[in-house]
């Protein structure tokens, strides 16, 4: 065989394995929950927080326990902005959670009923749903709550907890 059909095979053989590697790993990528995870740590290493890595019943395909999360402080210090994201981190698109006794707790160890603060009755949150609950006063919709409150809550360093009906710690997020 002469050496420039040699180089051609070998080429040719080269380029079948990267797009067959190729392929695997874009695979996986979109199926489990790397992508997940390296967002969310990249994320939170960049605005100084310290990497949360989701426990395995929070996993997507893992049958665990129902997850609200805390995603996001912000607006801290400012009543007008201050708000606080919770989200459900659940794949399963069957999955909801009620707010209903879900309690937001400062280190001062003041707690707010979510929903009883915000004179909302009931709120579900479907499979990747989610709630921004303010501090200032405002009309509450199934998107936006408000607590109603005079002053700012947070502040910076401080650790928010999200406590679930049964009275037991759910998450915690340090505010930056």
Same mark, same amino acid.
């Given at each position: ?73 912000? /607006?801290?210090? $400012?009543?007008?902005?201050? @708000?606080?994201? #919770? ?8 999955? *909801? +959670? ?39 006063? /405002?009309?509450? $919709?199934?998107?936006?709550? @408000?607590?109603? #409150? ?8 401080? *650790? +928010? ?16």
């Amino acid at each position: 065989m002469k050496p420039w059909k040699r180089l051609l095979v070998y080429l040719l053989l080269n380029i079948i394995v990267t797009g067959i590697t190729m392929l695997a790993v874009l695979y996986l990528w979109e199926n489990t929950a790397i992508k997940e995870l390296m967002y969310t740590t990249v994320e939170q290493a960049s605005a100084g927080e310290t990497p949360r890595v989701p426990d395995q019943d929070s996993l997507p395909g893992n049958a665990g326990p129902q997850r609200i999360e805390i995603e996001e402080v912000g /607006g801290v210090g $400012n009543l007008a902005t201050e @708000y606080i994201l #919770l989200k459900h981190s659940t794949e399963d698109t069957e999955d *909801t +959670v009620s707010l209903q006794n879900w309690v937001l707790r400062n280190e001062n160890g003041h707690e707010f009923s979510i929903l009883a603060q915000s004179g909302i009755g009931s709120l579900e949150l479907h499979a990747k749903g989610a709630v921004y609950v303010y501090t200032k006063t /405002g009309e509450s $919709n199934p998107i936006e709550l @408000y607590l109603g #409150l005079q002053d700012p809550l947070w502040n910076p360093g401080e *650790t +928010v907890t999200l406590i679930s009906p049964e009275g037991e710690i759910h998450d915690t997020y340090q505010i930056p």
